[in-house]
């Protein structure tokens, strides 16, 4: 069983790292959850927020290394997430406007993540935020900013 959720992994990770929308959304299963910043997102978001990304920084790359097979049925591994901002960047989140292209190469900190498996496909994906990471860090990396929340 860890060979195959480590390969079920690194299929997803290829899938969105080579923009195949159709082979990411074969990968997820119909109540995926992404866990991370800026809030979690179930399997439309998720979509919707990949694409936006892949779309603005065509060589978006996770960069997924020390995979290992965890306790439960969970994969675990370390990313650190890299891209150049080549192409208008329209993120599906309220009140934040397209960001046109910088040409500015972004570079992450190292992230620790973690996949529910669930067979071929992947039911969670979930990352363990650090200062400077997520999806604010990747904007303050291009010179813009998260809007605030309104409570």
């Avoid at 935020?129 to 998260?146: D, H, K, T």
Wanted: proline letters at 10%; aromatic letters at 6%; hydrophobic letters at 45%.
């Amino acid at each position: 069983m860890s060979k195959q959720a480590i390969e079920t992994v690194q299929r997803f990770i290829a899938a969105l790292e080579a923009r195949d929308w159709r082979a990411v959304a074969r990968h997820l299963t119909g109540d995926f959850v992404f866990s991370g910043p800026p809030q979690p997102l179930r399997r439309d978001g998720f979509l919707a927020l990949m694409k936006a990304l892949g779309n603005a920084l065509p060589d978006w790359s996770f960069n997924l290394h020390d995979i290992q097979y965890a306790a439960g049925g969970t994969v675990s591994a370390k990313m650190r997430i890299t891209g150049t901002h080549t192409a208008r960047l329209a993120l599906p989140m309220p009140g934040l406007p397209p960001l046109p292209p910088t040409g500015k190469k972004v570079a992450l900190p190292e992230e620790c993540v973690e996949f529910v498996p669930a067979g071929d496909k992947v039911a969670a994906f979930a990352i363990i935020p650090v200062p400077g990471g997520g999806i604010s860090g990747l904007l303050r990396q291009l010179g813009a900013e998260l809007p605030v929340q309104q409570t």
